[in-house]
């Protein structure tokens, strides 16, 4: 089925997407040429005087973009890390219940979080743990004497942040795990019943190396994502009072680049970010294409 | 039926299934506060004792929110905005996927759009130069800028295109053979036989536009023109954070605890509703299209 009049077809169904692509997409990349110069609006990119890595070194020196780096590390981590054990826990869980109209009923719930919108959660949730919040009225109740101003409190942004994302995206990464632990051979199961194993015995005999090849495929693509720590998570919760331990990379590109102007040393630490994501995810893909036979096409 | 269905409940069983209605009451249980919230007086909002069920019940929120006509307005360009812009992704993304899904011996270039697709995928300019460049091409404050900038999904048509892959060639031969023109293949035998992973796309992308506030609270300034979730934001986030340095720890605090409790528990339900309205429905769609976009092995 090789014709030339099919191919200037599928060329003409390719140049939309193509051309909006080219613009939307590839256009942005050529303004990263702020980075390296100090940017004016006025001058333009061809006028503006450049200054090499000037605007880099901010990167390495400033101190809330270092500090910003290492929350931006230590929320992903923890945020990846969890998003496997949580997940994997409640597919295991969901998978020796055996009543399936109950299943069905905590599936449907669990699910539901994913499809919110994280302004809404973001407001449910700081309305959650506010002062008067549902949170500090029970510790109230179980006899503490003051409240805690979590949403104001370095000691506990980190730890709801997470929680909260947990929360909203557990179910939606559960789903992965649920399907990989239906498609493993039943025999298996019946032979070790005849075995005479445990149930305890089948979970980790049986279950668990079925689904370790996922396991280490996700992980492995999990990566590439080291350096979004949730933009429009942190974006909806955070406050200056909670910039030592919440800011992140995003958020502190959008306060430079878009609320202080700084359009150059906003390009520059976002062009940081984009280089070493791009790094790490082609990373991330040949291992999982090594480890795994994983192919993007 | 394997035998272990006719197996006793034990101990074992009784637990799993408490963790299990635990866990869907933790997800529940945010939602079901703020609408308790929402539905209960003033005083006892803002005092923090309402929990899951109205105190006081009154529905005086939800009155004084009809009084809030941008809200509508806003809900209303929201609407106007899935319906163009998932619209919009859904096109380009089965145009796209169909010619990508040709091998490169029946479309020699195809390789190549698939470079560029995911060098588009992996890299990107940035928020600010994007940002820059929006302004530039004077889409501030239109409906454009919410639509066009995410116009091409590339990880649907990825999805599609795999989807399309399975689809036996005889069919597209015989079509063909008769005389029928790529795009008439497309459309009468390609689109109707992946109506299932299209409905996917289609949802996860209206869910995509409904769900997004950024774009909107960058790309528009004026109120009038707001899209549900960033007026929302706008809303909740009433504090202007540029102001917030001069600000003392107490009027932050105080600013981030301001009351409007129950009006705003109101506006994060009602913005949410059409959701819970057709996640129960469409719930079958949403569940497939988690596993759709998943691993492929």
């Not at chain 1, 090789?2 to 909006?20: D, Q, R």
């Not at chain 1, 905590?106 to 309305?127: C, D, G, K, N, R």
């Not at chain 1, 104001?152 to 997470?162: G, R």
Request: charged residues 10%; aromatic residues 14%; contains cysteine.
């Amino acid at each position: 089925l090789k014709n030339k009049s099919s191919v200037f077809y599928y060329h003409a169904m390719l140049i939309p997407g193509v051309v909006l692509l080219l613009i939307f997409s590839i256009m942005p990349m050529f303004g990263l040429i702020m980075a390296f110069q100090t940017f004016n609006p006025i001058l333009g990119f061809f006028q503006s005087p450049f200054v090499g890595l000037d605007n880099f070194k901010a990167v390495f020196t400033n101190s809330e973009i270092t500090q910003a780096m290492y929350n931006t590390l230590v929320i992903a981590i923890i945020k990846i890390i969890l998003q496997m054990l949580v997940p994997i826990t409640f597919a295991i869980l969901l998978n020796e219940c055996r009543l399936l109209w109950f299943k069905r009923g905590v599936q449907t719930i669990v699910y539901m979080p994913f499809f919110l919108s994280w302004v809404i959660v973001a407001e449910m949730f700081s309305h959650m743990f506010a002062l008067n919040g549902m949170v500090n009225t029970m510790l109230m109740a179980l006899g503490f004497k003051n409240p805690i101003m979590f949403m104001a409190s370095n000691l506990w942004f980190q730890p709801i942040v997470i929680g909260v994302d947990v929360w909203k995206n557990f179910g939606f990464n559960a789903v992965i795990y649920i399907a990989a632990i239906t498609g493993i051979d039943p025999n298996l199961y019946e032979a070790a019943d005849i075995d005479g194993a445990t149930r305890w015995q089948k979970v980790k005999f049986v279950t668990l190396p079925g689904i370790i090849s996922t396991v280490v495929l996700l992980g492995v693509l999990s990566i590439g994502g080291i350096l979004n720590a949730g933009f429009d998570e942190i974006f909806n919760m955070y406050n200056p009072l909670v910039y030592k331990s919440g800011d992140i990379l995003d958020t502190l590109v959008y306060r430079i680049g878009i609320g202080q102007l700084q359009y150059s040393v906003g390009t520059a630490v976002g062009l940081f970010k984009s280089v070493v994501s791009f790094v790490l995810i082609t990373v991330s893909f040949k291992l999982a294409h090594k480890f795994a036979g994983y192919r993007i096409f | 039926l394997k035998y272990s269905h006719l197996r006793r409940i034990t101990f074992a069983d009784i637990i799993i299934s408490v963790i299990l209605i635990g866990i869907a009451l933790l997800c529940l249980i945010p939602i079901l506060n703020t609408i308790a919230i929402s539905l209960s007086n003033k005083t006892p909002a803002d005092l923090g004792i309402v929990f899951l069920w109205p105190i006081q019940f009154t529905p005086i929120a939800y009155m004084e929110m009809i009084k809030d006509s941008q809200f509508f307005t806003s809900f209303g360009i929201s609407v106007q905005r899935v319906l163009e812009g998932a619209t919009l992704n859904v096109l380009i993304t089965i145009l796209m996927a169909y010619p990508l899904s040709k091998s490169k011996y029946v479309f020699k270039s195809r390789n190549k759009y698939m470079w560029f697709l995911l060098f588009t995928m992996l890299f990107n300019g940035g928020l600010v130069p994007t940002f820059l460049l929006i302004t530039k091409l004077h889409m501030i404050n239109t409906m454009w800028s919410l639509i066009l900038p995410g116009a091409v999904p590339v990880f649907n048509v990825l999805v599609l295109m795999n989807f399309f892959r399975d689809i036996p060639s005889s069919l597209e031969e015989a079509a063909y053979m008769d005389g029928a023109n790529p795009l008439y293949i497309l459309w009468k035998i390609y689109v109707p036989l992946s109506l299932p992973a299209i409905a996917v796309i289609t949802l996860f992308s209206a869910v995509g536009h409904w769900n997004s506030f950024f774009d909107g609270l960058i790309y528009i300034n004026l109120t009038s023109k707001m899209p549900l979730q960033t007026y929302i934001q706008n809303l909740t986030v009433n504090v202007d954070w540029g102001q917030a340095s001069n600000m003392s720890k107490e009027d932050l605090v105080r600013a981030l605890t301001m009351s409007r409790t129950t009006f705003n528990a109101a506006k994060v339900i009602v913005s949410m509703l059409p959701l819970l309205v057709l996640y129960p429905f469409l719930q079958k769609y949403f569940v497939k299209g988690l596993t759709l976009g998943a691993v492929k092995e």
